[in-house]
């Protein structure tokens, strides 16, 4: 089963973009934004791990990881926190948290602290395959390591349907359709996109010719 963590973050932005992340490693996220909503969010479910900022609206991130701590059944907990003095360290600790990270804060350190916390509380999660994001909203391509390669709507439009049906070679004529354009114009480009992913990420983009058909995405993906 995914670990199901649940983000108890105020600051919208970057709640949004932690769930994007952990999401993508194949995790179930839901969030909060206040205590009042992370009691209403365990109340409906038990989290694995709980993702929790100190400088929260209307209760003290200390006060909260108290009550985590004695809950029943015990989520992990993972304090992500602008208090960054040894003095709130211990005290975070202290007060439950199986892990105490500072902001600004790596979003892969987030990750291994959770499937961290998850082995030592006994449940191994299996650690899925690195995938590929794309977000046709925002044009842009997120790598397995999280770097993002901004797209232009044509990129985008001829991306989506490897990420629609993952696994599959679409036809290069469909392509074509798809950028409104010809062969010529999908070998450019197809040509620009590997540079450009490789240049801004250091990845090679995997997208596999298939001779007489068309392409395939040779990773796994996730929209």
Do not use: C
């Amino acid at each position: 089963m995914p670990v199901d963590v649940l983000v108890v973050e105020d600051h919208a932005d970057l709640r949004e973009e932690i769930v994007s992340f952990l999401q993508r490693r194949q995790m179930t996220v839901r969030t909060a934004g206040s205590a009042r909503e992370m009691d209403l969010a365990l109340a409906d479910r038990p989290p694995d791990i709980v993702v929790l900022d100190l400088g929260l609206p209307g209760e003290d991130g200390v006060s909260i990881a108290g009550r985590l701590s004695n809950a029943d059944p015990r989520p992990g907990l993972v304090i992500v926190t602008a208090r960054g003095r040894v003095e709130d360290r211990i005290l975070g600790l202290h007060s439950g948290a199986d892990m105490y990270l500072v902001k600004p804060i790596d979003l892969r350190e987030l990750e291994a602290a959770v499937l961290s916390v998850m082995r030592r509380r006994g449940h191994p999660p299996a650690v899925p395959a690195p995938a590929w994001h794309l977000d046709a909203e925002q044009w842009r391509l997120v790598t397995p390591g999280g770097t993002i390669v901004l797209l232009s709507e044509a990129e985008v439009r001829f991306l989506s349907p490897f990420f629609e049906t993952p696994g599959a070679t679409i036809d290069r004529r469909m392509l074509a359709e798809r950028i409104q354009g010809d062969a010529r114009g999908i070998d450019l480009l197809v040509h620009r996109l590997r540079r450009r992913v490789e240049a801004d990420a250091g990845e090679a983009l995997p997208l596999r010719t298939v001779h007489a058909r068309g392409f395939a995405f040779t990773a796994p993906t996730v929209l």
